[in-house]
């Protein structure tokens, strides 16, 4: 109980939802930030226009000129080759000019802060920025207080989320098994540290996916998870049993150094996915991966290369399903733009 | 032709099928002066009337090469104002390069869906040879098209649209706009 | 000058009055209460009907980013700040720039107080050396410096042998230590209360071990080296079991709670909203109202302003990299009305819980003394005004009631010793 309503605060105290960050008020996506505050109708039009750009993706021209003449930006405050790599692939799918601007080598490696560094981006006029930060809740400041007319796409903030990822992975389900209503989904892994493992969480469960569950020893186990709406396994054979999905997440070698595991060797034998540890699982059941994997660690090579895997198909579908964010998001910004110059849309002409 | 909107919607609009019946006449007549080789004219639908329309041409003319069809939702030139197109059904089309199309669709206004189609081909490849053919044509060109074959040349009263009822028994129809420019 | 303000309401918490009394004044002396003396002509009479007077508050551990970066805030803004809101002591904490760990430190900070504070300040010394935690800091000379009490902070201390050290060397002194418990390593890089809504947006927790691992470990080694200490902003409702259990064994031993910990909790956190990092972190429900419990009960003495300006930019990042804390000193009114006004605390257990630590350290203040110079406060309960840039008189504008409508604003504090001039 408050005893203040602090929606009566100032705009620059107060906090804005997720919803209402990433959705104008028609409901259009105008960010995309986070997987929590999007309904079930916004993440299925992503996945349908995803489809509809794998399907470009398969023709001869890949290319559509939807943001011909528009920049997007790519600000990776982290390393990450594939990510911004399938980034840069779409927007160019999309006919964009596309921007690499290497913070971490620059500003910000100066102790510039994050606000001063955007803003003197703003300047550059881009339609989109697609940012990668290690502080969570990073994109969300960057939308709600430094470019909020700036179409902002999440590449991962810190532990919080990785929405794009999550919709690859909701596509690759949805084309492989079809609709969620009756699939049972396990993640295994260094749940902890994971902003992949949260939006999914969340993705499966707008989405209306019959179980999640998550696996991991304590020490990877955010306290509370189980309020994501999943349930907690300790023990893989457990965790695996008659489920449809199993999605492995990276181990990173530091979580050694924390005492957070012992060995690698210990972690593989308890929580690897081998051909062993998958016989648990639904004989139909299909195995993905966000990347980059490690072999003998997390997974066996016979199973990341063997039958059951989509983890090739989740980088095509990577590139798919951000050509439909970037091109719905710079959409929405526009549409935006429009309104407020007192504009209104033309019929569509014949 | 003025409509009147006192008159019931579909006395006044045309029967497709004469419109077909004019349209496979001028298209004959076109062959022959232009000399198209009729066996390797790839008929070229815009979805989704288009489609139907060049369906029913093709078999009319007897064309060989199946019906290609095409999807220009994502060539639109209205993204900025009404941002992405709902749904869509993709693109189909053989190697276009130095082939001649017939491009067809079912009505003709401002002229900004044909030259997406034509961005959107030209994205493919490069056809020696585009013909179009409309069924209908409205007034309301906002570009430089015209269609070497055309059904009927209409005129609607302010606030009315006129859409293309399909597949089978292709009929037209009267759709209220809600706005007053058409 | 001979003054009497009549028909006010008066609260005195130390002395259990609470009712219509009519003070009597001279140049800052407390003549009378009630009655005036035959001999007695007041100069000015202040009618007060329906305000409200207090002893003026004393609040422990406040920052007033003096000496330090001025665009922070320096003794001129933050103890008009004080003042506003109702303040007349101040025991400003130690972390300033350079940290106030050395006699001559302490000497120019209450020379320069002397000249441009509006209030009183009785400063806070460090225990060790920088507060690094390794070395002891000349405890003595700080003490005669003028520190009414040494404390560490947050900041740990080396070792448990080096804590027992420091508590030990203390108590030689007579010095009262003040501690907030925290362990640094289970406390590790945390930012928020570890609990779902942290897991949720991605934030490292502070578990509420941190906490109650490192007061449990404070608790004993007080008991063991006889020191009296103070335990300073608590967060949890453990916490507040394990100070209990401490006063009940016969600990000499007191405690306090930020207002805010009191208001809000970790959903406050809910967008990422930087205008709620505070040290220690708000956390749930349950541990809110058991610190709501224990100022009620008597577990909890005090309830402090926990005071930390920062300009725009300090909060104008993501969560984890903003810095944490609230200006806080003018708010401090309100907010403890509004839980007057929920029923949560009763008015004269406030005011005392604003009161109390004049008496702990040993500070003139907090109580009317007939014969005594007295510091008041003049309280208008109904007063209504909004926190904005232009009412607020901190450097700092960082509070989550910016732009809000308050009830309850100090209207005036008299300061006994400068005979209200």
Redesign the interface.
Known sequence: MNLFDLSQASADVRAASPAQVQLDEQGRLRHFLDIEGLPRSVLTEILDTADHFRGIGDAEVKKVPLLRGRTVANLFFENSTRTRATFELAAKRLSADVLNLDIKTSSAAKGESLMDTLVNLEAMQADAFVVRHGDSGAAHFIASQITPHVAIINAGDGRHAHPTQAMLDMLTIRRHKGEFANLRVAIVGDILHSRVARSQIQALNTLGAAEVRVVAPQTLLPIGVETLGCQVFTELAAGLKDVDVVIMLRLQKERMDGALLPSESEYYRRYGLTRESLAHAHPDAVVMHPGPINRGVEIESAVADGPRSLILDQVTNGIAVRMAVLSMAVSGQMKARAERRGERSRGAGA | MQESEMHEEHEALPEVEALLEAMTEELELLFERRELDRERLIPVGIHTGGVWVAQALRERLGLEEPLATLDIG???D???????PD??Q??Q?P?IENRDLLLV?????????VRAAL?ELF??GRPRRVLLACLVE?P?R?LPVQPDALGANLALAPGKRIKLEGPDNLRLTLVD?G?V?? | MKRSLINARVIDPTNGRDGQYDLHLDGGRLIAIGEAPADFSAEQRDDLAGKLVTPAFIDLGAHLRDPGPRYKGSLVSESAAALAGGYATILPRPDTSPVLDSASHIRTLLDRARDVAGVRLAPLGALTQGLEGDLLANMAALKSAGCVALTNLRQPIRDLGVLRRCLEYARTFDITVVFQAQEAALAGQGCAHEGAIASRLGLAGIPESAETVALTQWLLLIEQTGVRAHVSLLSSARAVDLVRDAKARGLDISADVSMAQLHWTDEQLEGFNANFHLEPPLRSAVDRDALRAGVVDGTIDAIVSDHLPHEAAAKSAPFAVSEPGMTSLETMLPLGLALVKAELLSLPRLIETLTFSARRFGLKGGMLEVGEYCDLAVIDMEQEWRVSSETLVSAGHNTPLLGMLLKGRVEEVLLGDTGYV
């Open positions: 994502f060539w639109r209205d993204f900025g104002h009404k941002g992405l749904g869509g993709g693109s089309l190697d669709d079912d009505v003709l206004m401002s002229g900004r869906t961005n994205d493919y409205l309301g906002e706009t706005e420019t058409a």
